[in-house]
């Protein structure tokens, strides 16, 4: 990082440092009362139970943002707890650990990088959070870079699909994942201290982790609170073959030419490439988190602020027959790989968060929540041991709210957002050039109705300017979205509802000015300065509630977009690589997700619950081709049986094939993972206390994700056995 990149980083970083201190300074407006003692996150809720996951089911649907108990313009909502992590946390990445999720899937380029897909969409129509402000990485930018969220070390994840999730910004068109996280304490715990602390196993990437969480009250109103993690993991095994069968025969027919054409050698090393199968090279995983925060409780308001640091090293598989160890585009170019060296990518964070939460009593207004994010982010892809690209970004993000009193005619919240974000990169791949980012935002969220019918109203009006330094380029965007819904409650136990919405998004910088080669995407990009907004009418229709003791919901919706950014290939060729560029065109997305948990048996000392999911999205341009990586029908079926201290559960999940595709890329075939998992709670008065065995893929099968730009050589991990324990203290 250069001087005056360091100067500015300190700069901001003493900005957010005065912000806090300032908040912090200003008990005035926080009600002088007594604490009440509250348990800890951990213990707050009887998180064990491997079912008790809140989703949009039903029930009320608790989200950070908008101060609503229940809010149906996020129709497609779920909420998973620490439980569901210590579940499913596998490989480390937020987007495989909420897969199994309706309306989810990933990009799992690799075991180190894999991104959250929310109906069929990725990258810049995601918005992955922590608190509700952005993750300041630049896993937006591409699939082969990390998110930075350490999944075990979170206290809960909100998935949000809707309308109203443009509260959290233009980006989250598609929806966006909220993680909370522990840094900053919002609670006096009872004890002298609280500790948590978690350890896992397995067998399929020789996986050793571990993570633990402390906190300490100081006095009657200070709580201190630290957490580390660490994570180390050997190249994953796998079912069958690396390479998918379309692959497979390009690179024997490449094989028979060599070998036609006298190269022996080169012959030899197409048919062991095509013949690698049980392993996948260069997908080891090393990373370490450390976190510490402080936050102080007056009363019902709380202030707080926290630092981290989050430190990732990452294989990028090679694609069999590829010019670069990266990863590519399906149907990309071939060239020789003699002489080339694993790519590997270091990722380093350092994240300074504030957060105040302050109660304004019985006026028009009941909180004020301030939300302050500051990071300085470091990306380096290394080609062996040489130094490749590097990208740096730093950001800063700010977020203040008001929510209003829930005895008014109106209950909503309503807002301003702050967003900064400088971006550089230098290297032979330093495809997008430097850019600055700014934006500013107002928003609001509204519900009036106190009967069986309610309208809910959500807005966003955003002010953003993107530029280009050495371009010389400038663009400014004022954008609108809007959304308006019905609520009906006249059947007991259920909601059903209807959305109506209308967004718009800023072309990004990468969308704009890259022009380079991308060699993740195994693609020369060329974006366009000209660019138009992106905009997007959408329209949901959902049912959810209760049927007797179980839950169900159901969302079937659609999109129509004009002005919708995408990648096209242009058939010409740059730096050995095909040309794609960024183009705009109508485009059309329709959906649905399905789930029900239903206990067939309940009697009172044992449970047996069925829990079913099903989602599935279409999207296609307006020419009729269809947008790439769309995934295809998921269906997920189980049976968990509860007996106290025991739990047990077995699940099977079907993905179909998916041969809708574009002229670039490459169908894949159906799939079927059975899963199993035993939890055992051995403490009678703390059932937070959990060992838990879990076989995953049973049957060994090989499966390849479809929105994957790595499908074709990083298949699904094989069967995998794991071992954890959870403690909460």
Do not use: C
Not at 523 to 551: H, M, N, P, Q, V
Not at 607 to 636: H, N
């Amino acid at each position: 990082m250069n001087a005056s990149k360091l100067s500015l980083a300190s700069s901001r970083l003493a900005l957010v440092a005065a912000l806090g201190l300032a908040a912090v300074a200003s008990p005035a407006l926080a009600e002088d009362t007594t604490v009440e003692a509250t348990q800890p996150a951990a213990e707050a809720a009887p998180e064990d139970d491997l079912h008790n996951r809140q989703t949009g089911a039903g029930g009320e649907i608790i989200v950070s943002t908008a101060g609503l108990k229940e809010l149906d313009l996020l129709a497609g909502t779920s909420v998973l707890g620490i439980a569901d992590v210590q579940r499913d946390a596998a490989t480390g990445q937020i987007g495989d650990l909420l897969a199994k999720l309706p309306g989810v899937s990933a990009t799992s380029f690799s075991p180190g990088a894999s991104r959250p897909v929310l109906r069929g969409q990725q990258a810049e129509r995601v918005r992955v959070l922590i608190d509700g402000v952005g993750t300041a990485d630049v896993s937006n930018t591409s699939a082969d870079h990390a998110t930075s969220i350490e999944p075990i070390t979170i206290e809960r994840i909100e998935v949000l699909r809707g309308p109203a999730v443009l509260l959290y910004g233009s980006q989250a068109i598609g929806g966006a994942v909220n993680v909370i996280d522990k840094r900053i304490p919002t609670r006096v715990p009872d004890e002298a201290f609280h500790l948590d602390a978690f350890g896992a196993v397995d067998s399929a990437t020789n996986l050793r982790t571990g993570a633990a969480s402390l906190d300490v009250g100081i006095g009657s109103n200070l709580v201190f609170h630290v957490d580390g993690s660490w994570r180390e993991t050997d190249d994953i095994d796998i079912g069958g073959f690396q390479v998918a069968p379309e692959l497979r025969a390009d690179l024997l027919a490449d094989a028979a030419e060599e070998e036609e054409e006298g190269e022996l050698e080169e012959a030899a090393e197409l048919r062991e490439a095509a013949g690698v199968r049980g392993t996948v090279a260069n997908s080891a995983v090393e990373s370490w988190t450390i976190n510490a925060g402080l936050g102080l409780i007056l009363g019902e308001s709380t202030f707080g602020a926290s630092i981290g640091w989050y430190d990732t090293d990452y294989g990028v598989p090679t694609r069999p027959g590829a010019a670069h160890p990266e990863g590519e585009e399906e149907g990309g170019a071939e060239a020789e790989e003699e002489g080339e060296e694993n790519v590997t990518i270091g990722l380093r964070q350092f994240r300074a968060d504030f957060k105040g939460d302050i109660a304004l009593g019985d006026g028009a207004f009941e909180r004020l929540k301030l939300r302050v994010g500051y990071s300085d982010y470091t990306h380096t892809e290394f080609e062996g041991a040489e130094v490749g690209t590097v990208f740096d970004s730093t950001s800063v993000e700010a977020r203040a709210e008001l929510v209003q009193n829930a005895d008014g005619v109106l209950r909503g919240a309503t807002g301003v957002q702050y967003t900064h974000r400088d971006f550089f990169a230098e290297g032979a791949e330093a495809y997008v050039p430097p850019n600055l980012t700014d934006q500013v935002a107002l928003f609001t969220l509204q519900e009036w109705g106190t009967g069986p019918f309610q309208i809910e109203a959500a807005a966003r009006a955003e002010f953003t300017k993107v530029e280009a330094q050495t371009l010389g380029i400038e663009r400014d965007f004022d954008t609108f979205s809007g959304a308006l819904g019905l609520v009906y409650e006249g059947i007991e136990g259920i909601r059903l509802g209807i959305n109506g919405s209308r967004a718009e998004r800023a072309p990004s910088a990468e969308e704009l000015f890259s022009e380079g080669p991308h060699i993740a995407t195994q693609a020369f990009e060329i974006g366009d300065a000209d660019l138009d907004t992106e905009r997007a009418w959408g329209l949901e229709a959902y049912a959810r509630g209760s049927i007797g003791k179980g839950t169900f919901g159901l969302t079937a919706y659609r999109q129509w977009f004009s002005n919708y950014i995408f990648l096209e290939e242009t058939g010409e060729e740059e730096d050995d690589l095909p040309v794609f560029q960024y183009l705009q065109s109508d485009a059309d997305f329709w959906g649905f997700e399905a789930e029900l948990s239903y206990p067939v048996i309940d009697t009172g000392s044992f449970r047996l619950l069925t829990d079913l999911r099903a989602s599935y999205v279409e999207a296609e341009l307006d020419d009729g081709t269809a947008v790439p990586r769309i995934p295809p029908l998921s269906l997920l079926g189980a049976l968990e049986a509860q007996t106290g201290p025991l739990d047990l559960r077995g699940e099977v999940q079907w993905f179909d094939g998916q041969d809708r595709v574009t002229t670039f890329e490459t169908a894949t075939d159906s799939f079927t993972l059975v899963n199993a998992l035993i939890a055992w709670r051995p403490l009678k008065d703390n059932g937070n206390v959990t060992v838990q065995l879990a076989a995953d893929n049973l049957f060994d099968v090989t499966g390849r994700r479809h929105a994957s730009f790595t499908k074709d050589f990083v298949p699904l991990i094989g069967r995998n056995v794991r071992a954890s324990v959870r403690l909460s203290f």
